[in-house]
């Protein structure tokens, strides 16, 4: 139910639905017309993975990629469009990617491996590089949401340029769990 919203009580026993979206502790306060109330602390945990976003973005394309990400978390598509010819203005990406429940969530790795990041560049919009930090391996350790090492998309300088990669978890068999996408 949402805020305010009225439950009726018979014999002094009523129930509601409440789903919570934020993990993270919280309180459920009840009251009622005649002042009586309660309180009961709540730790709302995150739900299962369903897929990754861009975090900790230390190096933004113009116009920024963060606001070019359209689609549901699973199937997040992020665009950086109308860049300048110049890579060094705006056409490239530092980040790293962190591992999300449905609802923007962080979600720890629980297990006792790390999860490997697969990352695959688009045949038809190549026009660029990316370099991947450290080992060169984008993976999220255990007990952690993010990548370890930061990876860096370059877009070549130049009219209609465009580098295109996307990030899947490593032997999920799905499509593409994050696409980004730098143009000129």
Known sequence: CASG????????????????????PTTLSVSDSSGDSGQ???????????GLVLAGVSVDTSPSILAGCSGPVGDLTCVSSGEATDHTVGGQLTAHLRQVDGFGNP????????????????SSA???????SG??????????????????????????QT??????????????????????
Request: no cysteine; hydrophobic share 40%; aromatic share 4%.
């Open 5 to 24: 919203s009225a439950v009726t009580f018979a014999d002094g026993v009523a129930s509601a639905s409440v789903t919570l979206y934020d993990a993270a």
């Open 40 to 50: 009961v602390a709540l730790d709302v945990t995150p739900g299962a993975v369903r």
């Open 107 to 122: 979600v720890d790795n629980p297990g006792s491996t790390s999860i490997v990041i697969d990352v695959a560049v688009s």
């Open 126 to 132: 190549s026009n660029g590089t990316i370099s991947i």
């Open 135 to 160: 080992d060169g391996t984008l993976s999220i350790a255990q007990g952690h949401a993010s990548t370890t090492n930061n990876f860096t998309i370059s877009r070549t300088d130049g009219v209609a």
């Open 163 to 184: 580098m295109s990669v996307s990030f899947t978890i490593d032997g999920d068999g799905s499509s593409p769990i994050l696409t980004v996408t730098l143009a000129s």
